[in-house]
């Protein structure tokens, strides 16, 4: 088990790379703590599998170095760096029975025989699978083969860390719960550090201390869950994590006041003047149906039980708002009041604080 | 609901029916009549009976040649087949280098069989030939026409040349199956080179390898142009494989009635041996 630091590291497939698109991952540097829970967030092709394989050796950065505690890492191959990585697919050896995949990755430590066999069974009994450890691995049902994979992944207790590439895509939904709340359990178990990379954000939220979110090759924040949802650092951030995502709205701000579409409205703290374009961003729950404030035209009505999911515009531009379930909507309201102390201000996507008092 | 049944649909089958009696089941069926009379000429039959079946299966030299065909059939397996193994996994996996191996590869399979004898032929020369010709100027005691074993090591050479390259593009289709996340996974299970071999790529390549075995032996069971090109059967018998001695009875001596009871008995032979492959290797593989 190991700190990982990633120290100023960028990597692009392409020999030579010109622009800003020829890199898969821009560079970044990032500490991940020995036993942590973190997760890599964001939309396909965002490069967090890059940045997993880097950490495992299967790519070498084009810059930048990985370090396992202090020790520097980046040239070293996969063999040699004792970690363990559960891919997307299933990768199991066909010919094998569950037992042998399970005992594979110890039988190449060279562990002794007894202390394999105690492993086996305990990641057997983990993942449900004590039945099935004598069946040919080859027949099993996907479910089972990923299954298989993820012990292999977790059969090891001395690993610098386990890397999940979103390892639950094809498992099904009852049981994907079933197998997070496992790896949960087996984290706060073993202390292993994890590194858990999902497009889900319910499962990165669910799963991680840290999350790391992700766009284009490039990190915009690294977070607890909270900090993710109360302050995102990027519009991405606010957009991709919450259902709906935050709502965004061109406006101008001036001191302690934003202008949307005409419309003024009071922020918590006042801003130095902003340069470039300027958006004011506001979670779905800290808007409310008001007698006056921002004019909004409703389009539909989603109730999806414990709450309803009013979806509408503002001025153009699409603004969802979200009701608990016992709270009335008066009928045919066209003006939403916003919580002042939860609106966030961002500048060209990046969020800006408020001005200091003094300053 | 009823399928319309429509015993006219058989008309459809009849022009593949013709085409496989004519190319196939009469030829055979020509040998089967053959193969149970006796000619002396004159277009005139006499009934033999099992007589000739009898007379191949005790012939001596019929049994040498069959044991020749066996070492043979033997020797081309067990060097071709790891041979071609090893060459796919040390093929280029892809770019320009993979293109061109695969060319050089599948250039002596374009190479019509009595071309590839005659190539063997004279390259083996000790007058003329590169090959000889090199070999006994290193002092080598190299004369294929004279020395059994030269003959059988040039006509082995010459099979591996030609053959190997198949068995190699059989495994390398079977290797650039296997999804990378596989060798990415071996290498996170800290797997040795062996390890990689045994249960990743071995298990993959079971499918076209049990094809490659079958052909190899189906071939080289079956030779006959190269090595009559190239050594005639020579020196003495010593490479008289079985169809080089079934087209001296049949054409040579004109011995119809023996020789149309050895092709059977040869068909019937590949057959078993075939379908002995087949079994045993299927059965390896569910175990594998």
Aim: net charge neutral; glycine share 8%.
């Amino acid at each position: 088990m190991a700190r990982i630091t990633l120290d100023s590291l960028a990597h692009s497939y392409s020999a030579a790379p010109k622009g800003d698109a020829d890199w898969a991952l821009k560079p970044m540097s990032l500490t991940w703590r020995d036993g942590g829970a973190y997760a890599l967030l964001g939309s396909s092709g965002c490069g967090k599998t890059t940045l997993l394989n880097i950490i495992s050796g299967l790519l070498r950065p084009s810059r930048g170095r990985v370090l396992f505690g202090d020790r520097d890492v980046t040239d070293l191959p996969t063999t040699d760096r004792n970690i363990a990585q559960v891919f997307q697919f299933p990768v199991v050896y066909d010919t094998m029975t569950v037992r042998q995949n399970l005992a594979f990755p110890l039988k190449n430590r060279g562990l002794p025989a007894a202390q394999i066999a105690a492993r086996v069974d305990a990641v057997a009994r983990m993942i449900g699978m004590v039945d099935t450890l004598d069946r040919r691995a080859r027949g099993l049902t996907a479910d089972a083969k990923q299954k298989i994979s993820l012990g292999r992944g977790m059969v090891r207790q001395d690993v610098n860390a386990i890397l999940f590439d979103e390892p639950l895509t094809v498992i099904d939904p009852q049981m994907k719960w079933e197998l997070r709340t496992q790896l949960k359990a087996l984290h706060r178990e073993f202390g292993h550090t994890m590194i858990y990379v999902t497009h889900d954000q319910t499962e990165a939220l669910t799963f991680a201390d840290e999350v790391v979110v992700m766009s284009e090759g490039r990190v915009l924040q690294a977070g607890t869950p909270q900090s993710l949802f109360d302050a995102p650092a990027h519009t991405f951030v606010g957009y991709f994590i919450g259902s709906p995502g935050m709502n965004l709205l061109d406006a101008q701000v001036q001191g302690a006041t934003a202008l949307v579409a005409g419309t003024a409205i009071p922020l918590a703290a006042p801003y130095a003047a902003p340069k470039g374009r300027v958006q004011i961003g506001i979670r779905p729950d800290a808007a409310r149906p008001a007698a006056e404030g921002l004019p909004f035209r409703l389009l539909r009505t989603e109730d999806v039980g414990h709450h309803r999911i009013l979806r509408g515009e503002i001025a153009g531009a699409p603004f969802n708002m979200v009701v608990p379930e016992d709270e009335p909507i008066p009928a045919g309201f066209d003006r939403v009041a916003l919580d002042p102390a939860r609106i966030g201000v961002f500048v060209d996507d990046w969020r800006i604080e408020p001005a200091e008092r003094a300053a | 609901m009823d399928k319309p049944v429509n015993n006219r649909a058989w008309f459809l089958v009849l022009p593949v029916l013709v085409i496989v009696a004519f190319s196939a089941v009469i030829p055979l069926m020509t040998v089967v009549n053959y193969s149970v009379q006796d000619t002396f000429g004159n277009n005139q039959f006499f009934w033999n009976g099992l007589g000739w079946f009898q007379d191949v299966l005790e012939s001596d030299r019929i049994h040498a040649a069959l044991g020749r065909q066996l070492l043979f059939s033997a020797i081309i397996l067990a060097i071709e087949i790891p041979l071609g193994i090893f060459i796919a996994l040390n093929m280029p996996k892809r770019g320009f280098w993979a293109s061109l191996v695969l060319v050089l590869m599948a250039l002596p399979l374009l190479i019509p069989w009595n071309v590839v004898g005659t190539i063997w032929q004279v390259f083996g020369r000790v007058d003329i030939g590169l090959l000889g010709h090199t070999l006994a100027a290193l002092g080598f005691d190299y004369n294929y026409v004279n020395d059994p074993i030269d003959a059988w090591a040039t006509i082995i050479v010459m099979d591996v040349w030609h053959w190997t390259s198949l068995v190699a593009l059989l495994c390398y289709a079977g290797l650039q199956s296997i999804p990378d996340a596989y060798y990415q996974a071996a290498r996170i299970d800290q797997a040795s080179r062996w390890g990689v071999f045994r249960y990743i790529e071995l298990p993959k390549m079971s499918g076209v390898l049990l094809i490659a075995v079958l052909l190899r032996f189906m071939d080289s069971f079956m030779i006959y142009t190269e090595p009559f090109v190239a050594t005639g059967g020579g020196p003495g018998n010593a490479t008289t494989f079985l169809s080089i001695d079934l087209v001296k009875m049949a054409i040579g001596q004109f011995d119809l009635g023996p020789a149309a009871a050895f092709s059977l008995i040869y068909f019937l032979v590949i057959l078993l041996i075939s379908w002995v492959f087949y079994t045993v290797m299927t059965a390896q593989r569910e175990a594998l």
